[in-house]
């Protein structure tokens, strides 16, 4: 059974740093390309970035120049690391495959930007 387990959210001030994990278990993980995603109340989740197996990444342009996607495979952990966090970053952080598979979802974790 594939699960993800995210953690690392938070409260920051604004253009503060957060890095999220996402531990991965039940499947062989380095062969897969992974995502994060994040979905605000009221509106899709939306892809963040994304990592393929070979180390390639793929970022938002919301994101692109603050985040940064890794892996581990090691350890199955995917990880993000945000900086120059904006108050519109604000939401529940998801990790999942890329593209996205629909029982694979978590619990994802809360990130909040605020004075």
């Known amino acids: 059974q594939v699960q993800f387990v995210e953690s690392g959210g938070g409260l920051v001030q604004p253009g503060g740093s957060l890095r999220l994990s996402c531990a991965a278990s039940?499947?062989?993980?380095?062969?897969?390309?992974m995502g994060w995603y994040r979905q605000a109340p009221g509106k899709q989740r939306e892809l963040v970035a994304f990592?393929?197996?070979?180390?390639?990444?793929n970022y938002a342009d919301s994101v692109k120049g603050r985040f940064t996607i890794s892996r581990d495979n090691a350890k199955k952990t995917v990880y993000l690391q945000m900086n120059s966090l904006k108050p519109e970053d604000t939401t529940v952080y998801y990790c999942?495959?890329?593209?996205?598979?629909?029982?694979?979802w978590g619990q994802g974790t809360q990130v909040t930007v605020s004075p």
């Open positions: 999942n495959r890329w593209p996205p598979v629909r029982d694979y």
């Open positions: 039940g499947s062989i993980f380095s062969i897969y390309a």
């Open positions: 990592i393929t197996s070979g180390g390639v990444t």
